[in-house]
Structure formats: structure tokens, C-alpha cells
């Protein structure tokens, strides 16, 4: 950038009166023997502490969020920075700023993108993390995390990260709350951002803090699942869909004998009902994915272009109708049957099941597909 400034730093504040002075010590003085012109930027989030005073009397760039949030205060801080590279984390003293250096070096000498810190592989001090975020939430997360979106990466909630500022305009960042921390690294790797992890010393906060375990766990989950629909939606509906219909036809031809037990018409209305939902978790999925991609959340990928492709509203509503005359013809058969019979006794209830499930299967892809096709409406 041509203002000069090299590096940034972005450090979110709520109440951290005792570290706040710490952290911003050790970063000038990396900026002084490294002789970085370098600039640290404060976001008060709402401190009712000497936070504030302790930033002004050091000197620093101060900028203020009322909104509260993790991710909130970081993006205020994003938009001031204006050094070519960026350095971001927590000003409780739990990262050690003077391992600023090892955070820019593959970002200056590398050709990195984006740099993010590793506890895992590094070193977690007494104290530094309850058990149970060091043993179980921590490593489940991460875990989740390369299944869901085939990353590398170990330790994807570590908050110390650097990256270009070229990278973090790609990111386009946006949620205001901890999923914050799991955006960015899922932002850099949707946007194949170059990546790198360095392992680092994980220190014991000083001052109270402020994550709560169970609440944030479940945000990091469902974070992960709203950006990925193939594990949310289209694994379980698929899944559920398939065996709806082996199910279904299985018992067409009639009762079977399992684990010394008939199996007959509960399981077939059992595997209707699957079938029906399963079916319909899947459009849903369909949609998400089409309107996650449409406002920037997801990348364009296979399936999107798969869609693109394949998907014609008549091609849809043909499927549907094809699906829903089946199954109206079975049932008008056994209407028909049934007349010829004065109304008397009738033994078609597994093909009254089957043939039920095709038009309600019809008539979901029928307006499904009208549905998809306005998805897929160009905006000037």
C-alpha cells in the first residue's frame, strides 16, 4: 500500500485492563527492533474498565464498536487498518506478540496468504485451556472442521492469524459473533488463499474470560453446518431417501420375515414417511446451496454447476408429472377395483402406499422446480 504502513495490528478489547498494556508493550517493541513502521489499532467493544485509558496513555489508534461481538470489534478494526499486513489477536496476553515476526515471514518471504497460529502443535501452558476446550471441543471442532471442508489445518479456533491485505478484502468477512474466528479460516480456503500454520506457546488469560463453552460450541456447529449442505442436507436426505424406497419396494410384493418376524405394513408407512421427508430435506438443501452461492457465502462449485446445466423448469415439472400420474394411475386402479367389487373388502393397501408416495413425490418436484428456477432469476 503506498500510506507506508507495513504492518497492522488489530486487538479486540472488552474490560482487558490487565493484559491490554502488556500486549500492546510487546508489539512495539517488535516494531522497534524489527523496524517495522507499524500501526496497532484498539477496538473498544463496550469497555467499562481503564481499557480505554490504558490505550489512550500508550498511545494507540482507538476505535470504538457498540455493537458487541467477537466478530463485530474485529471487523470495526479491519476496516481502519491500512498496513499492507495484518495481524490480528486476543488482548488477554494468552498469544505472545513478540512472535509477530514468525507470523510475517511466510506472508513476506513465502508467498503465503494467510498465516494462522497452531496450539496444538505448538505448546499449551498450565492453565492456559480448560480441559475440556483442550481435549474435546478444541480437537472435535477441528476435526469436523477438515471433514466438512477438507482442510489441514489443526487448530482452526486459534486466534492469532496474519494475512495480506489483498487477503482479507478476498475474505469479505461478515458474521459479528465468535463464529468469526471460523469464517475467516473457512473464507481463506473457499477463496484458495495460500495457507500456512505455525505452531506456537498458548499462555494463561489475565482477567476474566469470557467464552462460554456449550453456548459458543454450538454456534461453531451450527456455523458448520449452515456452510456446508452437503452434511446438513443432502448426506442425511439422500441417506434417507434411499432407504425410504428400498424399503417401499422391498415390501411391495408383500410381507417379508426378519429376525423371525413378519414385516409388513408399519415399516412400508415407516418408509413412506422417510421417503416423503428425506425428499424434501434434500430440496431444501437445494435451495440453501443455490441462495448461499447467490449471496456470497458459499463458492460456485460442482453441484452449482451441475444445476446450472441440468436444471430446466420443464424438465422438473415433466419429472413431477411423470411421478404424480404414476401414482395417480395406481390409485385409480384401485379405486376402479374396488367399485367393481360393490365396495366390498379390498386388499391393495401396500400399493395405496406406494402409489400415495409417488404424488406427493410428484407434486414436491412440481413446485420444488418453480421454486428452484426463481432461485436461479438473474438480478440486474
Known amino acids: 500500500m503506498d500510506n507506508g504502513i507495513g504492518v497492522s495490528v488489530v ?3 472488552l474490560n482487558e485492563e490487565e493484559a491490554l498494556g502488556i500486549c500492546i508493550d ?6 522497534l527492533k524489527e523496524r517495522i513502521k507499524g500501526e496497532i489499532i484498539v477496538v473498544d467493544n463496550g469497555s467499562t474498565d481503564r481499557s480505554r485509558k490504558i490505550a489512550e496513555e500508550k498511545g494507540v489508534k482507538i476505535v470504538f464498536e457498540p455493537k458487541r461481538g467477537y466478530g463485530a470489534a474485529y471487523l470495526r478494526g479491519l476496516k481502519e487498518a491500512k498496513g499492507t ?3 490480528v489477536g486476543d488482548s ?12 510475517l515471514k511466510p506472508l513476506k518471504e513465502e ?8 496450539r496444538l502443535k505448538g505448546k499449551i501452558l498450565k492453565g492456559a485451556m480448560p480441559w475440556l476446550h483442550r481435549y474435546i471441543g478444541n480437537p472435535i471442532f477441528s476435526q469436523i472442521f477438515r471433514i466438512f471442508f477438507r482442510s489441514s489445518l489443526s487448530d482452526i479456533l486459534c486466534g492469532m492469524r496474519a494475512f495480506t491485505q489483498r487477503a482479507y478484502r478476498i475474505m469479505r468477512l461478515r458474521t459479528l459473533g465468535m463464529e468469526f474466528a471460523m469464517e475467516m479460516v473457512l473464507a481463506a480456503g473457499e477463496n484458495r488463499l495460500k495457507i500456512k500454520e505455525v505452531p506456537i506457546v498458548y499462555y494463561p488469560r489475565k482477567g476474566k474470560s469470557k467464552l462460554n463453552s456449550f453456548p459458543d460450541g454450538w454456534r461453531y456447529l451450527r456455523f458448520m ?5 452437503l452434511w446438513l442436507y443432502f448426506i442425511p436426505g439422500i441417506t434417507g431417501f434411499l432407504l ?4 417401499l419396494l422391498l415390501l411391495l410384493k408383500g410381507p417379508i420375515v426378519l429376525f423371525g418376524r413378519f414385516w409388513y405394513l408399519h415399516p412400508m408407512i415407516f418408509a413412506s414417511a422417510l421417503c416423503i421427508l428425506s425428499y424434501q430435506i434434500i430440496n431444501l438443501g437445494i435451495y440453501a446451496h443455490i441462495y448461499a452461492i447467490r449471496q456470497g457465502f458459499l463458492r460456485y462449485d460442482r453441484l452449482m454447476h451441475f444445476l446450472r446445466r441440468y436444471f430446466k423448469l420443464e424438465r422438473g415439472l415433466l419429472l413431477g408429472t411423470f411421478l404424480f400420474l404414476l401414482g395417480f394411475l395406481i390409485n385409480l386402479f384401485i379405486i376402479i377395483e374396488w367399485v367393481s367389487k360393490s365396495f366390498g373388502a379390498l386388499y391393495r393397501n401396500r400399493e395405496a402406499i406406494f402409489s400415495t408416495t409417488l404424488m406427493i413425490l410428484g407434486l414436491q418436484t412440481i413446485f420444488s422446480s418453480f421454486f428452484i428456477s426463481l432461485l436461479f432469476l438473474k438480478k440486474k
Not at 26 to 31: G, H, L, N, P, W
Not at 225 to 229: A, G, H, K, Q, T
Not at 244 to 247: E, S, W
Open 11 to 13: 486487538l479486540p478489547c
Open 26 to 31: 510487546k508489539i512495539k517493541e517488535v516494531f
Open 85 to 87: 499486513y495484518i495481524i
Open 92 to 103: 488477554d496476553n494468552t498469544y505472545d506478540f513478540y512472535d509477530i515476526p514468525k507470523f
Open 111 to 118: 508467498g503465503y496468504d494467510f498465516v494462522i497460529g497452531t
Open 225 to 229: 453446518l449452515l456452510y456446508c449442505p
Open 244 to 247: 425410504g424406497l428400498f424399503i
